[in-house]
């Protein structure tokens, strides 16, 4: 029902910048609350921001908040991450998520997801 396609990823230096895309195969893309996950090797998925379906309501992690920016673009059926300052610590694989109408900071609430693209930030 819902596919979706994430892109830049990438391998930077610590205090770099890498723009992730989130295309979404969908009907009515605006139904849909989005987020972005992240899982770095050894660790469980944690959230990292959301948005919702207009694209006025956002939430971030902790960890994230004033360095990365999700945003979210209907009428191309994209969401995006704009990760500003990255650190080693934010080395993982980012996933973007789905969910019908609401978002929440829970993977497991997310029933739609793409498949992942890798980050690397070296010191």
């Known amino acids: 029902q819902v596919q979706l396609v994430e892109s830049g990823g990438g391998s930077v230096e610590a205090g770099g910048s890498l723009r992730l895309s989130c295309a979404a195969s969908?009907?009515?893309?605006?139904?849909?609350?989005m987020g972005w996950f992240r899982q770095a090797p050894g660790k469980e998925r944690e959230f990292v921001a959301v948005?919702?379906?207009?694209?006025?309501?956002?939430n971030y992690a902790d960890s994230v908040k004033g360095r990365f920016t999700i945003s979210r673009d209907n009428a191309k059926n994209t969401v995006y991450l704009q990760m500003n300052s990255l650190k080693p610590e934010d080395t993982a694989v980012y996933y973007c998520?789905?969910?019908?109408?609401?978002?929440?900071?829970?993977?497991?609430?997310?029933?739609?997801w793409g498949q992942g693209t890798q980050v690397t930030v070296s010191s």
């Open positions: 969908v009907r009515t893309f605006s139904n849909y609350g």
């Open positions: 948005i919702n379906r207009g694209g006025f309501s956002t």
């Open positions: 998520a789905a969910r019908g109408y609401t978002t929440t900071m829970e993977a497991d609430d997310y029933p739609y």
